[in-house]
């Protein structure tokens, strides 16, 4: 399909700068294509109203990284340049995937020393070599430590890679490594946050389980090629960046159980989603799953067993307005977007949510 057919103008003041507080009384956007009235507005609070006891939430509990690098980049023993990267896909215990800024001068076999500030104990003891170079700015750095030692360097000498709609502007601070968490992430890895996840409170997980609605956790790690805008015409020719993610054999059986008994599968957030498909066999029988997915769902995809989602509001030619676009339907979803515009909706990772009926 054509990529300018996702396109949108959205005016600057809809982009949240801040979450909702409390973080459950975000705005709902309820989108059910199977509906005569196919939009309706509430609170993310209101949850519960539109799911049934037997029903199965799916939350990606991913949990973000400081994976913000600042450093200095060194080459045969020259003078050094200042550079950034964004880590956003773990290779092995030593090497990561990352974004680097200024791409075009940094080349394969450069040195790399983050985290000269002169503010972390690690100072001069995170460095790397860039390994490989690929397009768009992609490297991958071999870091001189490994595993939990880096880890620990990462935590010392990063900080949280807000959203570049929010970090144009304004500066990342000290509620950020909150507000951009979700209050049930615990597995290490994630670039971004699973935003739809943001609104959930402890308040609202009682609500579900008072419900009869089952609670499920798989893990995808999103990275930061999320945020990156589709450059080609026709979605046929983009590639999507891989996120590494699992789906337990115990978490397969429940969630086969539930469809089995009529439940459905609401997954919250695109993540989620898109990790519950790539589990999926045609059948719709979800397997325990582990590797890496590049799974790009545009109209005309067959979801083979979500039937429910929970998402935020996503950016003009995205890959994440398309994934809902094909799962509600393209017109409903310029519909929905248009009346999120015209009626006060705040859109991207900070922003309100909708909840989204699949299309019959």
Not at 281 to 295: H, K, N, V
Request: hydrophobic content about 40%; glycine content about 8%.
């Amino acid at each position: 399909m054509r990529v300018d057919l996702f396109d949108f103008d959205l005016p600057d003041e809809r982009i949240a700068l801040r979450p909702a507080e409390p973080r459950d009384s975000a705005r709902l956007l309820v989108i059910d294509p199977n509906a005569e009235s196919s939009l309706s507005d509430h609170r993310v609070g209101d949850l519960t109203s539109f799911l049934r006891a037997g029903d199965a939430l799916v939350f990606n509990d991913t949990k973000v990284i400081p994976a913000q690098l600042e450093g200095i980049r060194h080459r045969d023993g020259a003078g050094g340049q200042q550079v950034s990267a964004t880590l956003h896909m773990r290779i092995d215990p030593s090497r990561w995937k990352a974004f680097a800024r200024p791409g075009k001068r940094i080349k394969e076999g450069d040195r790399i020393s983050f985290g000269h500030s002169g503010e972390s104990c690690f100072l001069g003891s995170l460095d790397a070599t860039v390994e490989e170079k690929g397009e768009a700015g992609e490297v991958t750095l071999l870091f001189d430590l490994s595993g939990p030692a880096l880890d620990e360097a990462i935590a010392a000498v990063g900080h949280i890679p807000l959203p570049p709609y929010i970090a144009a502007k304004r500066p990342e601070d000290a509620r950020d490594s909150e507000d951009y968490q979700t209050i049930y992430a615990r597995e290490e890895g994630a670039v971004a946050a699973p935003t739809a996840g943001l609104h959930f409170t402890p308040r609202l997980f009682d609500a579900l389980d008072s419900a009869g609605i089952e609670l499920h956790f798989v893990t995808l790690h999103v990275g930061a090629g999320t945020f990156l805008p589709v450059k080609v015409d026709d979605t046929a020719d983009h590639k999507m960046h891989l996120e590494s993610g699992t789906v337990s054999a115990k978490t397969a059986a429940r969630l086969n159980a539930v469809k089995a008994s009529g439940g459905r599968i609401v997954c919250v957030g695109t993540t989620s989603l898109r990790l519950i498909e790539s589990a999926a066999e045609e059948s719709g029988e979800i397997r325990a799953w582990s590797g890496a997915t590049g799974i790009f769902i545009t109209p005309g995809y067959r979801f083979k067993a979500v039937d429910m989602l929970m998402t935020n509001f996503h950016l003009p030619r995205s890959t994440l307005f398309m994934l809902v676009s094909a799962f509600a339907g393209f017109e409903t979803m310029r519909a929905a977007y248009d009346h999120a515009i015209q009626t006060g909706y705040r859109f991207y990772s900070y922003g309100d949510a909708s909840l989204l009926f699949r299309k019959d």
